[in-house]
């Protein structure tokens, strides 16, 4: 296998979210799934008060269907899941991703490290392109890296956190690593 990377630390956490908007300035996180390293993980979905885009609308929106918590209880959830040892979070498109987590925590201590992993610059590092990681692109890597990508449900922050979690550990080989 052509693929491989050494990971500089197994205290990681991956995170992936869902958002009203593309705009972190009117937006707001609708859910937030987030997997440790060794498979634990955490789900939750979000009351909210922004207007929504039309994408999010149709595409987002019909999937949401767990009870919504307020931004207190998911900062608590949050905090007691991430624990005290102030993990990495590494995240496909992290930029929006940990935008929309800061904004949740906005002034509030948060509980992992101050700066996160980009896993798309990650594959870009390796050589891979890093839009060919969505599993409809033609020129996704699953299949040659052994990955069924069908079964996961593409814009659900908890499927897309534990496929980044997969992903990951086929690339790094930490099979034994956990």
């Not at 940990?98 to 906005?106: A, E």
């Not at 490290?113 to 839009?131: K, N, V």
């Amino acid at each position: 296998m052509k693929y491989k990377f050494r990971p500089y630390s197994k205290n990681i956490i991956f995170l992936d979210t869902e958002f009203s908007s593309m705009d972190p300035y009117r937006g707001e996180i609708l859910s937030i799934g987030l997997v440790k390293l060794d498979g634990e993980e955490l789900y939750l979905e979000l009351e909210h008060h922004s207007e929504v885009d039309p994408w999010v609308k149709k595409n987002i929106l019909p999937t949401l269907t767990a009870p919504k918590i307020s931004c207190a209880e998911a900062i608590k959830k949050i905090s007691q899941f991430v624990g005290n040892k102030n993990p990495y979070l590494v995240s496909y498109v992290n930029q929006y991703d940990t935008i929309y987590l800061y904004k949740l925590f906005n002034n509030i201590k948060k509980p992992f490290f101050w700066l996160p992993i980009d896993f798309a610059s990650i594959l870009f590092g390796m050589g891979i392109d890093p839009e060919a990681y969505f599993p409809k692109d033609k020129k996704n890597f699953f299949k040659e890296i052994g990955i069924d990508a069908s079964k996961y449900k593409m814009h659900n922050a908890l499927d897309d956190a534990r496929l980044l979690r997969e992903v990951y550990l086929k690339l790094a080989f930490l099979k034994n690593y956990c």
